[in-house]
């Protein structure tokens, strides 16, 4: 009797296990849904388009200020990005394919944690502005006694370390955000993929459009609202303002605000399974439309029976790659199309970065409306070329063939839009720099009145008189400063007044630079989804994936990665006045040349674009003439750059519908680049 009743025991608490298993699956099925996982991964597209695409952009020339930083120097963090996704996108789509969402959701912590490290140097290397640090109660004004300033070059050692420390932080954080970055297109695409019926998969696909698309203007938007806060979020030390060469705003606040919801949906995704019940009917019907026209239901069942057996190795994989891969590299078209976009890659990517800068350093406005300006015209420009892009091609119904000549045509009015970036105000009329006007009189009372000597390239306190620049108050030879006023008196040796800031420029070229940079903006994304087609389109069925794969990979190596560095190193070129710390170690550049600036700008963009579109119309007038040596074929989509398929009627069916899911899958990752 015991022992039945020891049994009955262990049997019914076998049974209460059991029920609670099956409860707690059954939970876990109702809340890891598709639409709940579709809902995560949007969040992951926003935090990483605002990151990427807003705040990276908008904070660079603080960080320069910061911790005084070169263009070319700063450049490097946008590229270390795109080299981390580059390298990494392929790994991540081979040994990442098991385990989607779990993938994903480490990339997203690899992310945040990569967030945190890039806004880790304020806090431990960030130092207080050097009026606040310095000269506070002096404002360096013309000390008309003796004294010493010995006690300033003590800090020169900790000053050079601490901004080799920043940078080593920066760039580590960079490249983790690129790494956390990779699984958002690849692994978090083809999972919503799978878990959607394809006939609305679109729509779902559609909404994360929308998403990529908006989530970089509001990182403008807040970019900007931040760099407008003071960075200790406090107030700002006496007589520091926005408009003030020495401004740093909390440039880290976003970076912070992504990392927050990095983290919380990247440990959200760690909890859902593989595959979700979903997947298989999906599969099915993905199957049953891609087959059932050619093979018949026979043909989905074997179909179906062989998806099981597939081997998924490294040695299968990449036995199967170099095939496609010598067909994509000797196909001549696909090459120059590849060749010709990547020019637009690296002009994209070099003013994405140094936009903001420029705009800043043109016409006089603070970094945080420069990022309003910069954000506010250049994603609806982007988006609007981007959709009418996608209007030509579907109702124009364009083929390959018409597409790569649609996209030679448009770069040819690229390069005429973007003659509007020659708009340029003049430059600063700094004294002992390059003046335009007699500042003898300040000079020489400078000499006379100051009996210590004025700071020379380790401050810049510009003040104004009369139209020209005075690096400090000193050099102008003030005297005496009213709060009140933000005013200094007594200066150039009589009763003179400056005013706190650089001279305004009087520039009325601001509107006009808007309306052509609206226009460059649009023309070069009118290129995105024609480019997309001719992509597609010009490569065999099977060489699809390789090529789409290989663009990417182009496109950030040869593209997004030097575009930075070599503008970046153009607008260093351009300077007048850098910053020198106490160790005469050269730091961020203070005032430019405006009209080299721009002009470098130029230079490079229409160098650019003009070999991109010859390498466009080369490739267009070979598929032509390879498409002529095919006549006697009526043209199809089965005409890969000249190259016949023996295809039926029922392969074309699937071939379309085949192209219009790679379309949806590809043009996300390109809307991220």
């Known amino acids: 009797q015991h022992y039945y009743i020891t049994n009955n025991l262990r049997n019914m608490a076998s049974l209460a296990v059991s029920t609670s298993d099956d409860e707690m699956k059954e939970k876990k099925r109702r809340i890891f849904t598709p639409h709940f996982y579709f809902f995560l991964w949007c969040g992951c597209i926003a935090a990483q388009s605002m990151l990427v695409s807003g705040f990276l952009n908008v904070v660079l020339t603080t960080i320069q200020v910061e911790f005084q930083m070169s263009s070319a120097k700063a450049a490097l963090f946008p590229s270390n990005y795109d080299i981390a996704v580059a390298v990494t996108v392929l790994v991540v789509a081979h040994f990442g394919s098991s385990h989607k969402p779990r993938t994903l959701g480490i990339g997203m912590i690899l992310l945040s944690t990569g967030a945190l490290f890039f806004a880790l140097p304020h806090f431990i290397y960030g130092r207080d502005n050097i009026v606040e640090a310095k000269n506070s109660d002096k404002m360096y004004l013309c000390e008309t006694s003796d004294s010493t300033n010995s006690e300033i070059k003590s800090d020169c ?59 970089p203007a509001v990182g403008y938007i807040l970019g900007g609202l931040f760099l407008g806060f003071y960075k200790s979020l406090g107030e700002p030390p006496e ?28 440990f959200l995704l760690l909890l859902f399974p593989a595959q979700l019940p979903e997947c298989e009917d999906v599969k099915r019907k993905k199957l049953e439309l891609n087959i059932q026209i050619a093979n018949g239901e026979e043909g989905v069942s074997k179909t179906l029976q062989g998806c099981t057996n597939n081997d998924h190795t490294f040695l299968a994989l990449l036995k199967d790659m170099l095939p496609l891969l010598k067909g994509v590299l000797m196909n001549p078209v696909f090459v120059l199309i590849v060749l010709g976009s990547i020019t637009d890659s690296l002009i994209i990517s070099a003013f994405a970065a140094w936009l903001p800068k420029m705009v800043e350093s043109q016409f006089g406005v603070s970094s945080s409306i420069a990022a309003y300006i910069t954000g506010g015209v250049t994603v609806p420009g982007a ?22 000549k649609w996209q030679a045509f448009i770069g040819l009015v690229c390069i005429l839009s973007q003659l509007g970036l020659l708009i340029h105000c003049p430059t600063l009329n700094i004294d002992g720099i390059n003046p335009q006007a007699d500042t003898s009189k300040c000079s020489a009372a400078s000499a006379t009145t100051c009996k210590v000597a004025c700071p020379e390239n380790d401050v810049y306190e510009p003040v104004c008189i009369d139209g020209i620049t005075y690096t400090t108050p000193c050099t102008a030879a003030c005297t005496s400063y009213n709060a009140t006023s933000s005013d200094f008196y007594d200066c150039c040796g009589a009763d003179t007044i400056a005013t706190a800031g650089s001279c305004d420029t009087q520039c009325k070229w601001l509107i006009p630079y808007i309306i052509c940079l609206f226009l460059i903006m ?24 390789m090529a789409i794969s290989l663009q990417s990979v182009a496109f950030r190596v040869f593209g997004a990665f030097p575009g930075p560095i070599i503008l970046g190193a153009f607008i260093d070129k351009a300077c007048i006045l850098w910053n020198e710390n106490e160790c005469g170690e050269k730091g961020a550049c203070q005032e430019y040349n405006n009209s080299e600036l721009m002009t470098g700008a130029v230079t490079m963009a229409m160098i650019a674009k003009i070999v991109g579109t010859i390498l466009y119309f080369i490739g267009w007038r070979l598929w032509a003439h390879r498409e002529a040596q095919n006549s006697s074929i009526p043209y199809s989509d089965d005409v890969k750059c000249g190259v016949v398929t023996n295809a039926v009627t029922a392969d074309n069916e699937s071939d379309d519908l085949e192209l219009k899911e790679d379309l949806s899958k590809v043009e996300l990752s390109n809307i991220s680049l």
């Open 239 to 266: 007589g520091l303002t926005v408009d003030n060469a020495n401004w740093v705003g909390a440039w880290w606040l976003g970076f912070l605000i992504c990392a927050l919801i990095g983290y919380i949906f990247g």
């Open 157 to 215: 050692l900790d000053e050079t370390m601490g901004n080799s420390g920043a940078y080593t932080l920066l760039t580590i954080g960079s490249i983790l955000i690129g790494l956390g970055a990779s699984p958002v297109y690849t692994a978090g695409t083809t999972f919503c993929d799978e878990i959607f019926s394809p006939l609305k998969v679109s729509v779902y696909f559609g909404i994360s459009y929308g998403i990529g698309a908006v989530a």
């Open 383 to 404: 988006a609007g070329g981007i959709i009418v892009s996608g209007i030509i091609v579907k109702y124009r119904k364009l083929n390959g063939l018409q597409c790569a």
């Open 522 to 545: 649009f023309f070069t994304f009118l290129n995105n989804v024609i480019f997309l087609t001719v992509n597609l389109r010009c490569v065999k069925d099977s060489e699809r994936v």
